[in-house]
Protein backbone atom coordinates (compact mmCIF):
# COMPACT_ATOMS: atom_id res chain seq x y z
CA UNK A 1 0.00 0.00 0.00
CA UNK A 2 1.68 3.46 0.07
CA UNK A 3 3.95 5.87 0.41
CA UNK A 4 6.55 6.32 3.35
CA UNK A 5 9.37 4.33 4.29
CA UNK A 6 9.66 1.12 7.14
CA UNK A 7 12.05 1.82 9.63
CA UNK A 8 14.33 -0.83 10.80
CA UNK A 9 14.93 -0.52 15.01
CA UNK A 10 18.25 0.47 14.42
CA UNK A 11 18.41 3.29 11.87
CA UNK A 12 15.19 4.90 13.00
CA UNK A 13 12.81 5.70 16.04
CA UNK A 14 9.28 7.28 15.65
CA UNK A 15 9.00 10.94 16.79
CA UNK A 16 6.54 10.31 19.23
CA UNK A 17 4.56 6.94 20.14
CA UNK A 18 0.74 7.00 21.58
CA UNK A 19 0.16 4.88 24.98
CA UNK A 20 -3.36 3.06 24.42
CA UNK A 21 -4.55 1.65 27.67
CA UNK A 22 -5.68 -1.59 28.30
CA UNK A 23 -9.67 -0.24 28.10
CA UNK A 24 -8.58 2.03 25.10
CA UNK A 25 -7.25 -1.46 23.47
CA UNK A 26 -10.72 -3.11 23.87
CA UNK A 27 -12.78 -0.27 22.43
CA UNK A 28 -10.80 -0.47 19.51
CA UNK A 29 -11.03 -4.40 19.34
CA UNK A 30 -15.07 -3.67 19.66
CA UNK A 31 -15.02 -1.02 16.97
CA UNK A 32 -18.26 -1.35 14.35
CA UNK A 33 -18.62 -1.27 10.96
CA UNK A 34 -19.40 1.97 9.95
CA UNK A 35 -22.33 1.87 7.03
CA UNK A 36 -19.83 3.52 4.79
CA UNK A 37 -17.37 1.14 5.30
CA UNK A 38 -19.76 -1.78 4.92
CA UNK A 39 -20.63 -0.24 1.75
CA UNK A 40 -17.04 0.43 0.27
CA UNK A 41 -16.46 -2.82 1.48
CA UNK A 42 -19.25 -5.23 -0.18
CA UNK A 43 -19.28 -2.69 -3.33
CA UNK A 44 -15.88 -2.73 -4.17
CA UNK A 45 -15.70 -6.84 -3.80
CA UNK A 46 -18.92 -7.37 -5.57
CA UNK A 47 -17.79 -4.56 -8.41
CA UNK A 48 -13.92 -5.78 -8.82
CA UNK A 49 -13.05 -8.55 -7.22
CA UNK A 50 -16.13 -10.89 -8.27
CA UNK A 51 -15.70 -9.22 -12.09
CA UNK A 52 -12.21 -10.67 -11.82
CA UNK A 53 -12.76 -14.41 -10.98
CA UNK A 54 -15.79 -13.78 -13.45
CA UNK A 55 -13.74 -13.43 -16.11
CA UNK A 56 -11.35 -16.16 -14.74
CA UNK A 57 -14.16 -18.76 -14.80
CA UNK A 58 -16.54 -17.98 -17.59
CA UNK A 59 -13.77 -19.02 -20.20
CA UNK A 60 -13.49 -22.76 -19.44
CA UNK A 61 -17.15 -24.16 -20.27
CA UNK A 62 -17.86 -22.72 -23.78
CA UNK A 63 -14.34 -23.21 -25.32
CA UNK A 64 -15.32 -25.64 -27.87
CA UNK A 65 -17.86 -23.15 -29.07
CA UNK A 66 -15.68 -20.13 -28.67
CA UNK A 67 -13.33 -22.24 -30.74
CA UNK A 68 -15.44 -23.16 -33.36
CA UNK A 69 -16.74 -19.52 -33.74
CA UNK A 70 -13.19 -18.18 -33.97
CA UNK A 71 -12.26 -20.76 -36.97
CA UNK A 72 -15.48 -20.04 -38.81
CA UNK A 73 -14.62 -15.90 -38.28
CA UNK A 74 -11.45 -16.52 -39.81
CA UNK A 75 -12.56 -18.64 -42.87
CA UNK A 76 -15.50 -16.08 -43.49
CA UNK A 77 -13.51 -12.73 -42.84
CA UNK A 78 -10.06 -13.76 -44.15
CA UNK A 79 -11.11 -16.68 -46.34
CA UNK A 80 -8.32 -19.10 -45.42
CA UNK A 81 -8.92 -21.97 -43.02
CA UNK A 82 -6.81 -22.63 -39.62
CA UNK A 83 -5.08 -25.76 -39.22
CA UNK A 84 -5.88 -28.03 -35.62
CA UNK A 85 -2.34 -26.31 -34.51
CA UNK A 86 -2.89 -22.93 -35.44
CA UNK A 87 -6.55 -23.07 -33.95
CA UNK A 88 -5.11 -24.10 -30.79
CA UNK A 89 -2.78 -21.36 -30.82
CA UNK A 90 -4.95 -19.07 -31.19
CA UNK A 91 -7.15 -20.20 -28.38
CA UNK A 92 -4.25 -20.03 -26.17
CA UNK A 93 -3.80 -16.48 -26.97
CA UNK A 94 -7.48 -15.46 -26.27
CA UNK A 95 -6.56 -17.20 -22.63
CA UNK A 96 -3.28 -16.58 -22.18
CA UNK A 97 -3.90 -12.71 -23.16
CA UNK A 98 -5.95 -12.52 -20.07
CA UNK A 99 -3.12 -13.12 -17.69
CA UNK A 100 -0.11 -10.66 -19.55
CA UNK A 101 -2.91 -8.10 -18.82
CA UNK A 102 -3.12 -9.10 -15.45
CA UNK A 103 0.80 -8.76 -14.98
CA UNK A 104 0.52 -5.75 -17.11
CA UNK A 105 -1.88 -4.15 -14.63
CA UNK A 106 -0.58 -5.42 -11.77
CA UNK A 107 3.00 -3.63 -12.49
CA UNK A 108 0.77 -0.41 -12.87
CA UNK A 109 -0.72 -0.68 -9.87
CA UNK A 110 1.94 0.84 -7.44
CA UNK A 111 2.20 4.26 -9.90
CA UNK A 112 -1.46 4.85 -9.83
CA UNK A 113 -2.27 3.99 -6.74
CA UNK A 114 0.66 6.29 -5.24
CA UNK A 115 0.11 9.14 -8.28
CA UNK A 116 -4.05 9.23 -8.22
CA UNK A 117 -5.18 7.31 -5.12
CA UNK A 118 -6.91 4.26 -3.95
CA UNK A 119 -10.30 5.11 -4.58
CA UNK A 120 -9.30 6.56 -8.68
CA UNK A 121 -7.67 3.19 -9.09
CA UNK A 122 -10.71 1.08 -8.83
CA UNK A 123 -12.84 3.70 -11.19
CA UNK A 124 -10.65 2.93 -14.05
CA UNK A 125 -10.71 -0.91 -13.48
CA UNK A 126 -14.19 -0.44 -13.05
CA UNK A 127 -13.77 1.69 -16.52
CA UNK A 128 -11.62 -1.03 -17.77
CA UNK A 129 -14.65 -3.67 -16.82
CA UNK A 130 -16.89 -2.10 -18.73
CA UNK A 131 -15.12 -1.75 -22.08
CA UNK A 132 -14.02 -5.20 -22.11
CA UNK A 133 -17.70 -6.13 -21.82
CA UNK A 134 -19.02 -4.19 -24.58
CA UNK A 135 -16.34 -5.53 -26.94
CA UNK A 136 -17.12 -8.94 -25.58
CA UNK A 137 -20.95 -8.33 -26.32
CA UNK A 138 -20.39 -7.05 -29.92
CA UNK A 139 -17.37 -9.40 -31.28
CA UNK A 140 -19.88 -12.08 -32.18
CA UNK A 141 -21.93 -9.78 -33.90
CA UNK A 142 -19.40 -8.11 -35.88
CA UNK A 143 -17.71 -11.49 -36.21
CA UNK A 144 -14.20 -10.08 -34.82
CA UNK A 145 -11.83 -12.36 -33.22
CA UNK A 146 -9.65 -9.03 -32.54
CA UNK A 147 -12.39 -7.59 -30.74
CA UNK A 148 -12.17 -11.14 -28.33
CA UNK A 149 -8.59 -10.68 -27.66
CA UNK A 150 -8.97 -6.93 -27.41
CA UNK A 151 -11.52 -7.51 -24.84
CA UNK A 152 -9.34 -10.16 -22.56
CA UNK A 153 -6.52 -8.33 -22.15
CA UNK A 154 -8.27 -5.08 -20.87
CA UNK A 155 -10.78 -7.11 -18.66
CA UNK A 156 -6.53 -8.39 -18.02
CA UNK A 157 -5.45 -5.17 -17.02
CA UNK A 158 -8.18 -4.20 -15.09
CA UNK A 159 -8.18 -7.78 -13.06
CA UNK A 160 -4.25 -7.32 -12.12
CA UNK A 161 -5.12 -3.44 -10.92
CA UNK A 162 -8.07 -5.14 -9.37
CA UNK A 163 -5.39 -7.78 -6.88
CA UNK A 164 -3.25 -5.23 -6.46
CA UNK A 165 -4.93 -2.33 -4.97
CA UNK A 166 -8.04 -3.18 -3.47
CA UNK A 167 -6.93 -5.55 -0.76
CA UNK A 168 -5.09 -2.31 -0.03
CA UNK A 169 -7.61 0.56 0.11
CA UNK A 170 -10.32 -1.71 2.14
CA UNK A 171 -6.84 -2.29 4.55
CA UNK A 172 -6.19 1.50 4.75
CA UNK A 173 -9.75 2.07 5.28
CA UNK A 174 -10.55 -0.01 7.95
CA UNK A 175 -9.87 0.53 11.40
CA UNK A 176 -6.58 -1.35 13.23
CA UNK A 177 -8.74 -4.18 14.39
CA UNK A 178 -10.23 -5.30 11.17
CA UNK A 179 -7.76 -4.62 8.27
CA UNK A 180 -6.97 -8.49 8.12
CA UNK A 181 -10.80 -9.06 7.93
CA UNK A 182 -11.02 -6.85 5.13
CA UNK A 183 -7.89 -7.55 3.51
CA UNK A 184 -9.34 -10.99 2.74
CA UNK A 185 -13.01 -9.64 1.16
CA UNK A 186 -10.51 -9.65 -2.41
CA UNK A 187 -9.87 -13.24 -2.31
CA UNK A 188 -13.31 -14.15 -1.14
CA UNK A 189 -14.60 -11.93 -4.47
CA UNK A 190 -12.21 -13.80 -6.57
CA UNK A 191 -13.47 -17.21 -5.59
CA UNK A 192 -17.10 -16.25 -5.94
CA UNK A 193 -16.45 -14.55 -9.25
CA UNK A 194 -14.72 -17.91 -10.07
CA UNK A 195 -18.19 -20.21 -9.62
CA UNK A 196 -20.43 -17.58 -10.96
CA UNK A 197 -18.87 -17.54 -13.98
CA UNK A 198 -19.04 -20.78 -14.48
CA UNK A 199 -22.50 -20.59 -13.49
CA UNK A 200 -23.08 -18.02 -16.14
CA UNK A 201 -21.22 -20.63 -18.69
CA UNK A 202 -23.48 -23.45 -18.15
CA UNK A 203 -25.20 -25.21 -21.33
CA UNK A 204 -28.54 -24.21 -18.95
CA UNK A 205 -27.97 -20.53 -18.89
CA UNK A 206 -25.57 -18.81 -21.79
CA UNK A 207 -22.82 -21.76 -22.67
CA UNK A 208 -24.33 -22.25 -26.09
CA UNK A 209 -23.07 -21.34 -29.79
CA UNK A 210 -25.79 -18.53 -29.83
CA UNK A 211 -25.50 -17.04 -26.57
CA UNK A 212 -21.76 -17.32 -25.24
CA UNK A 213 -20.85 -13.48 -26.06
CA UNK A 214 -23.81 -13.06 -23.23
CA UNK A 215 -21.86 -14.83 -20.83
CA UNK A 216 -18.70 -13.28 -21.25
CA UNK A 217 -20.36 -9.75 -20.58
CA UNK A 218 -22.94 -10.13 -18.02
CA UNK A 219 -20.62 -9.05 -15.46
CA UNK A 220 -21.24 -5.73 -16.76
CA UNK A 221 -25.01 -5.35 -14.84
CA UNK A 222 -23.10 -6.20 -11.58
CA UNK A 223 -20.36 -3.55 -12.16
CA UNK A 224 -22.87 -0.83 -12.92
CA UNK A 225 -24.97 -1.29 -9.61
CA UNK A 226 -21.89 -1.44 -7.74
CA UNK A 227 -20.42 1.48 -8.60
CA UNK A 228 -23.77 3.82 -8.73
CA UNK A 229 -23.04 4.90 -4.93
CA UNK A 230 -19.07 5.40 -6.00
CA UNK A 231 -19.49 9.42 -4.81
CA UNK A 232 -19.89 7.94 -1.63
CA UNK A 233 -16.54 5.72 -1.75
CA UNK A 234 -14.11 7.97 0.96
CA UNK A 235 -10.21 8.33 -0.33
CA UNK A 236 -7.65 6.25 1.97
CA UNK A 237 -7.10 8.39 4.32
CA UNK A 238 -3.40 7.17 4.86
CA UNK A 239 -2.99 7.90 1.17
CA UNK A 240 -4.42 11.74 1.89
CA UNK A 241 -1.94 12.13 4.92
CA UNK A 242 1.36 10.85 4.03
CA UNK A 243 1.90 10.38 0.45
CA UNK A 244 -0.41 13.63 -0.26
CA UNK A 245 0.29 15.44 2.81
CA UNK A 246 -2.89 17.03 3.56
CA UNK A 247 -4.12 16.11 7.28
CA UNK A 248 -7.34 18.00 6.93
CA UNK A 249 -8.15 15.84 4.38
CA UNK A 250 -7.15 12.51 6.05
CA UNK A 251 -9.17 13.48 9.37
CA UNK A 252 -12.72 14.37 7.26
CA UNK A 253 -12.72 11.12 5.52
CA UNK A 254 -11.93 9.10 8.86
CA UNK A 255 -14.27 11.05 10.45
CA UNK A 256 -16.40 9.56 7.92
CA UNK A 257 -15.12 5.99 7.79
CA UNK A 258 -15.66 5.70 11.55
CA UNK A 259 -18.44 8.15 12.89
CA UNK A 260 -18.59 10.90 15.28
CA UNK A 261 -18.42 9.38 18.55
CA UNK A 262 -15.01 7.46 17.82
CA UNK A 263 -12.68 10.08 18.14
CA UNK A 264 -10.11 8.56 20.47
CA UNK A 265 -9.70 5.94 18.10
CA UNK A 266 -9.49 8.46 14.79
CA UNK A 267 -6.72 10.10 16.86
CA UNK A 268 -4.76 7.14 17.62
CA UNK A 269 -4.89 6.81 13.47
CA UNK A 270 -3.83 10.10 13.03
CA UNK A 271 -0.92 9.89 15.25
CA UNK A 272 -0.04 6.70 13.84
CA UNK A 273 -0.27 8.47 10.30
CA UNK A 274 2.02 11.43 11.64
CA UNK A 275 4.48 9.20 12.68
CA UNK A 276 4.78 7.67 9.15
CA UNK A 277 4.91 10.96 7.46
CA UNK A 278 7.60 12.07 9.42
CA UNK A 279 10.09 8.79 8.68
CA UNK A 280 12.37 10.78 6.70
CA UNK A 281 13.76 7.66 4.84
CA UNK A 282 10.94 7.75 2.98
CA UNK A 283 10.80 4.39 -0.27
CA UNK A 284 7.75 5.01 -2.90
CA UNK A 285 8.73 3.87 -6.06
CA UNK A 286 10.09 0.55 -7.63
CA UNK A 287 13.54 1.62 -7.66
CA UNK A 288 13.58 2.75 -4.17
CA UNK A 289 11.97 -0.28 -2.45
CA UNK A 290 13.92 -2.82 -4.79
CA UNK A 291 17.28 -1.56 -3.61
CA UNK A 292 16.20 -1.02 -0.16
CA UNK A 293 17.86 -3.94 2.56
CA UNK A 294 14.94 -3.46 4.53
CA UNK A 295 12.31 -4.40 2.35
CA UNK A 296 14.23 -8.05 0.94
CA UNK A 297 12.62 -10.24 2.81
CA UNK A 298 9.30 -9.02 3.25
CA UNK A 299 9.36 -8.26 -0.44
CA UNK A 300 10.02 -12.35 -0.64
CA UNK A 301 7.24 -13.20 1.27
CA UNK A 302 4.89 -11.83 -0.60
CA UNK A 303 5.82 -12.62 -3.57
CA UNK A 304 6.36 -16.12 -2.94
CA UNK A 305 2.97 -16.30 -0.63
CA UNK A 306 1.26 -15.02 -4.00
CA UNK A 307 2.89 -16.79 -6.49
CA UNK A 308 3.11 -20.00 -4.15
CA UNK A 309 -0.89 -19.65 -3.93
CA UNK A 310 -1.02 -20.36 -7.91
CA UNK A 311 1.85 -22.95 -7.82
CA UNK A 312 -0.40 -24.62 -4.68
CA UNK A 313 -2.15 -26.52 -7.13
CA UNK A 314 -5.45 -24.73 -7.01
CA UNK A 315 -6.04 -24.43 -10.84
CA UNK A 316 -4.58 -27.70 -11.48
CA UNK A 317 -6.85 -29.26 -8.92
CA UNK A 318 -9.97 -27.95 -10.72
CA UNK A 319 -8.91 -28.71 -14.31
CA UNK A 320 -7.89 -32.08 -13.27
CA UNK A 321 -11.02 -32.68 -11.03
CA UNK A 322 -13.57 -33.73 -14.21
CA UNK A 323 -11.60 -36.29 -15.48
CA UNK A 324 -11.04 -37.80 -11.45
CA UNK A 325 -14.99 -37.65 -11.07
CA UNK A 326 -15.38 -39.50 -14.61
CA UNK A 327 -13.04 -41.89 -13.49
CA UNK A 328 -15.22 -42.45 -10.08
CA UNK A 329 -18.50 -43.73 -12.34
CA UNK A 330 -19.71 -39.90 -13.13
CA UNK A 331 -21.39 -39.28 -15.95
CA UNK A 332 -19.43 -36.58 -18.02
CA UNK A 333 -22.73 -34.42 -17.63
CA UNK A 334 -22.42 -34.95 -13.76
CA UNK A 335 -18.55 -35.04 -13.65
CA UNK A 336 -19.19 -31.27 -14.45
CA UNK A 337 -21.52 -30.11 -11.98
CA UNK A 338 -19.60 -32.41 -9.62
CA UNK A 339 -16.89 -29.81 -10.93
CA UNK A 340 -19.28 -27.02 -9.90
CA UNK A 341 -19.86 -28.42 -6.55
CA UNK A 342 -15.92 -28.85 -5.91
CA UNK A 343 -15.94 -24.79 -6.89
CA UNK A 344 -19.03 -23.92 -4.53
CA UNK A 345 -17.42 -25.93 -1.67
CA UNK A 346 -14.11 -23.53 -2.36
CA UNK A 347 -16.52 -20.51 -2.20
CA UNK A 348 -18.01 -21.41 1.24
CA UNK A 349 -15.23 -21.87 3.06
CA UNK A 350 -13.87 -18.90 1.68
CA UNK A 351 -16.46 -17.12 3.46
CA UNK A 352 -15.45 -18.08 6.80
CA UNK A 353 -12.44 -16.10 6.08
CA UNK A 354 -13.23 -13.34 7.46
CA UNK A 355 -14.12 -14.71 10.46
CA UNK A 356 -10.76 -16.52 10.70
CA UNK A 357 -8.69 -13.75 9.59
CA UNK A 358 -10.59 -11.61 12.38
CA UNK A 359 -9.91 -14.46 15.53
CA UNK A 360 -7.21 -16.64 14.38
CA UNK A 361 -3.31 -16.15 13.91
CA UNK A 362 -1.84 -15.62 10.52
CA UNK A 363 0.67 -17.73 10.93
CA UNK A 364 -0.94 -21.15 12.97
CA UNK A 365 -3.68 -20.91 9.81
CA UNK A 366 -0.57 -20.69 6.98
CA UNK A 367 1.21 -23.37 8.43
CA UNK A 368 -1.83 -25.45 8.93
CA UNK A 369 -3.01 -24.65 5.44
CA UNK A 370 -0.04 -25.63 3.83
CA UNK A 371 0.91 -28.68 5.75
CA UNK A 372 -2.29 -30.56 5.38
CA UNK A 373 -2.76 -29.21 1.61
CA UNK A 374 0.58 -30.27 0.84
CA UNK A 375 -0.36 -33.88 2.19
CA UNK A 376 -3.71 -34.56 0.44
CA UNK A 377 -1.68 -33.52 -2.66
CA UNK A 378 0.55 -36.01 -2.74
CA UNK A 379 -2.56 -38.36 -1.71
CA UNK A 380 -3.70 -37.35 -4.76
CA UNK A 381 -0.83 -37.72 -6.81
CA UNK A 382 -0.19 -41.53 -5.52
CA UNK A 383 -4.00 -42.28 -5.27
CA UNK A 384 -4.89 -41.24 -8.95
CA UNK A 385 -1.49 -42.94 -10.13
CA UNK A 386 -2.95 -46.49 -8.72
CA UNK A 387 -6.46 -45.33 -9.38
CA UNK A 388 -7.64 -48.23 -11.83
CA UNK A 389 -6.31 -51.04 -9.62
CA UNK A 390 -8.34 -50.58 -6.47
CA UNK A 391 -12.29 -50.13 -6.51
CA UNK A 392 -12.28 -47.56 -3.72
CA UNK A 393 -9.51 -45.36 -4.93
CA UNK A 394 -11.43 -43.09 -6.90
CA UNK A 395 -14.05 -42.33 -4.14
CA UNK A 396 -10.53 -41.86 -1.79
CA UNK A 397 -9.19 -39.06 -4.55
CA UNK A 398 -12.50 -37.61 -4.30
CA UNK A 399 -12.25 -37.19 -0.57
CA UNK A 400 -8.38 -35.81 -0.98
CA UNK A 401 -9.52 -33.16 -3.10
CA UNK A 402 -12.56 -32.08 -1.50
CA UNK A 403 -10.21 -31.87 1.98
CA UNK A 404 -7.51 -30.32 -0.03
CA UNK A 405 -9.89 -27.42 -1.00
CA UNK A 406 -11.51 -27.01 2.92
CA UNK A 407 -7.96 -26.63 3.95
CA UNK A 408 -6.76 -24.00 0.92
CA UNK A 409 -9.13 -21.97 2.23
CA UNK A 410 -7.81 -21.84 5.88
CA UNK A 411 -4.94 -19.83 4.80
CA UNK A 412 -3.09 -20.58 1.38
CA UNK A 413 -6.46 -18.80 -0.44
CA UNK A 414 -7.06 -15.80 1.60
CA UNK A 415 -3.82 -14.81 3.45
CA UNK A 416 -1.51 -13.87 0.40
CA UNK A 417 -4.25 -11.18 -0.93
CA UNK A 418 -3.29 -9.07 1.67
CA UNK A 419 -0.18 -10.03 3.83
CA UNK A 420 1.72 -6.97 1.90
CA UNK A 421 -0.42 -4.84 3.96
CA UNK A 422 0.35 -5.91 7.07
CA UNK A 423 3.99 -6.35 6.46
CA UNK A 424 4.53 -2.68 4.77
CA UNK A 425 3.86 0.34 5.50
CA UNK A 426 2.04 3.30 3.80
CA UNK A 427 5.07 4.77 1.47
CA UNK A 428 6.16 1.19 -0.04
CA UNK A 429 2.77 -0.35 0.15
CA UNK A 430 1.85 -0.26 -3.64
CA UNK A 431 5.09 -1.73 -4.29
CA UNK A 432 4.92 -4.88 -2.74
CA UNK A 433 1.24 -5.16 -3.09
CA UNK A 434 2.08 -5.02 -7.22
CA UNK A 435 5.02 -7.29 -6.95
CA UNK A 436 3.26 -9.73 -5.23
CA UNK A 437 0.37 -9.09 -7.89
CA UNK A 438 2.63 -9.86 -10.86
CA UNK A 439 4.30 -12.87 -8.86
CA UNK A 440 0.44 -14.54 -8.49
CA UNK A 441 -0.30 -13.37 -12.20
CA UNK A 442 3.10 -14.74 -13.41
CA UNK A 443 2.62 -17.65 -11.70
CA UNK A 444 -0.78 -18.37 -13.03
CA UNK A 445 0.41 -18.01 -16.52
CA UNK A 446 3.29 -20.70 -16.23
CA UNK A 447 0.53 -23.22 -15.33
CA UNK A 448 -1.57 -22.74 -17.97
CA UNK A 449 0.94 -23.02 -20.24
CA UNK A 450 3.25 -25.77 -18.54
CA UNK A 451 0.66 -28.00 -16.90
CA UNK A 452 -1.16 -29.71 -19.62
CA UNK A 453 2.69 -30.80 -21.44
CA UNK A 454 3.69 -31.32 -17.81
CA UNK A 455 0.58 -33.77 -17.46
CA UNK A 456 1.08 -35.65 -20.46
CA UNK A 457 4.53 -36.10 -19.57
CA UNK A 458 4.28 -37.34 -15.86
CA UNK A 459 0.41 -38.16 -15.43
CA UNK A 460 -0.44 -38.03 -11.45
CA UNK A 461 2.48 -36.98 -10.40
CA UNK A 462 2.22 -33.50 -12.19
CA UNK A 463 0.42 -33.01 -8.44
CA UNK A 464 4.36 -33.51 -6.67
CA UNK A 465 5.65 -30.28 -7.67
CA UNK A 466 2.78 -28.54 -6.15
CA UNK A 467 2.85 -30.78 -2.70
CA UNK A 468 6.36 -29.37 -2.21
CA UNK A 469 5.50 -26.12 -3.02
CA UNK A 470 3.34 -26.19 0.14
CA UNK A 471 6.23 -27.56 1.97
CA UNK A 472 8.20 -24.62 0.96
CA UNK A 473 5.46 -22.25 1.98
CA UNK A 474 5.37 -23.93 5.23
CA UNK A 475 9.02 -23.43 5.96
CA UNK A 476 9.19 -20.31 4.82
CA UNK A 477 6.04 -19.17 7.57
CA UNK A 478 7.56 -20.86 10.17
CA UNK A 479 10.80 -19.12 9.93
CA UNK A 480 10.46 -15.89 8.59
CA UNK A 481 6.97 -14.47 9.13
CA UNK A 482 6.26 -12.66 12.01
CA UNK A 483 2.71 -12.68 13.54
CA UNK A 484 0.99 -9.56 11.99
CA UNK A 485 -2.39 -10.11 13.66
CA UNK A 486 -3.37 -6.95 16.14
CA UNK A 487 -0.34 -5.70 15.03
CA UNK A 488 -0.04 -2.34 13.25
CA UNK A 489 2.60 -2.23 9.97
CA UNK A 490 4.85 0.05 12.17
CA UNK A 491 5.88 -2.62 14.52
CA UNK A 492 6.07 -5.51 11.83
CA UNK A 493 8.11 -4.42 9.55
CA UNK A 494 11.81 -3.84 11.69
CA UNK A 495 10.96 -7.40 12.61
CA UNK A 496 11.79 -7.93 8.51
CA UNK A 497 14.12 -5.75 8.53
CA UNK A 498 17.49 -7.32 8.52
CA UNK A 499 16.41 -9.77 6.35
CA UNK A 500 17.32 -13.79 6.64
CA UNK A 501 18.94 -12.26 9.94
CA UNK A 502 15.70 -11.34 11.31
CA UNK A 503 14.20 -12.71 14.67
CA UNK A 504 11.04 -13.55 14.14
CA UNK A 505 8.49 -12.87 17.03
Known amino acids: MPVSNNTEGEHLNPPFKVEITPQQAEINKKQTWSKLLLLVAFATTLGAAVPTGYCIGVINSPANLMKAWCN ?62 VLFFFC ?61 SLANIFGTAERWHYALSAYLLLVIVCYLPSFLFPESPKFLYVIKSNPEAAKRELLRLRGPNANKLIEEEIVEMQAEANDDMQSSSFGD ?17 QGGQQLSGINAIFYYSVSIFTKAGFSEKNAQWANLFAGCLNLCISLLGPLLMAT ?56 PYFIGSELFEVAPRPVAMSMGSLSSWACNFIIG ?34 ETLGRDPSEVAPLVSKGFRSKIK
Open 360 to 415: CKRRTLMMLSSSLCSIFLFGIAFIFNYIESVSWFPWACIVCIMCYIFFYQFGLGPI
Open 72 to 133: ETVIEKYGSSMSEGGLDILWSSVVSVFLVGGAIGSLSGAGLANKFGRKVCLFICASLFAIGA
Open 289 to 305: VLRDSRFLLPLIIVCCF
Open 449 to 482: MAFPSLQSAWGAFVFLPFSITCVLLFLLTKFYLP
Open 140 to 200: RAAKSVEMLLLGRIIVGLASGLVTATQPMYLSELAPPAQRGTLGVFCGVGVTGGVVVGQVF
